[in-house]
């Protein structure tokens, strides 16, 4: 059987495309390549999906990506130096001294004062969250409950301040 009529089986592994290319002859017969992209699976599609979806959003995301580092480092602490909780508890009183500070130095009434006072409830609420988090670990008791009150009170009000493009 002649070369020429024979056909070329070249072993390639499972899931890689080929593409039979006839041989050149002649003067102009210089190799060439052609890449062929593969198909990506279903899994890598929705994967990607959602990667740029919360790239889209990440603006609007910045509270809850915030909270998972937190939750995080607050279990590293744990783990490495359980007194961190300790050093941390202070940090607690920090708000509500900015809001005693910011009312003297510019009073504020109506919307203004409510929403000195929610941010303060709410970053009061975070700190303590972070002393007792870093003390007796992420997960005990009812922390993982004010973890998710105080993310969702955040993000919620996070879609009211921040500037819409």
């Known amino acids: 059987m002649s070369s020429r009529t024979r056909a070329r089986v070249a072993k390639t592994a499972a899931g890689v495309h080929t593409v039979q290319i006839p041989r ?6 210089a190799p060439f390549v ?12 929705a994967l990607g999906f959602l990667g740029r ?7 609007g995301l910045a509270p809850v990506g915030l909270a998972v580092f937190v939750f995080a480092l607050t ?17 607690a009183l920090a708000p509500t001294l ?8 510019r009073p504020a009434s109506g919307a203004a004062l409510g929403w000195r006072i929610g941010l303060t409830v ?5 700190a303590v969250w972070v002393a007792l988090a870093a003390g007796f670990g992420p997960l005990a008791g009812p922390l993982p409950l004010l973890w998710l009150l105080v993310l969702i009170a955040a993000q919620t009000t996070w879609f009211f301040v ?3 493009r």
């Not at 050149?24 to 017969?29: E, I, K, L, N, P």
């Not at 900015?98 to 130095?105: G, T």
């Not at 709410?122 to 975070?126: E, I, M, V, Y």
């Open 53 to 59: 979806a919360l790239w889209a959003g990440r603006r």
């Open 75 to 91: 279990g590293v602490l744990h783990v490495s130096a359980w007194w961190s909780g300790l050093v941390l508890a202070p940090a």
């Open 24 to 29: 050149r002859r002649g003067r102009r017969s």
């Open 122 to 126: 709410l970053a009061t609420l975070a």
């Open 98 to 105: 900015w809001v005693l500070v910011m009312q003297r130095r």
């Open 34 to 45: 052609i890449v062929v992209p593969e198909r990506p699976s279903l899994t890598r599609e």
């Open 162 to 164: 921040r500037p819409s």
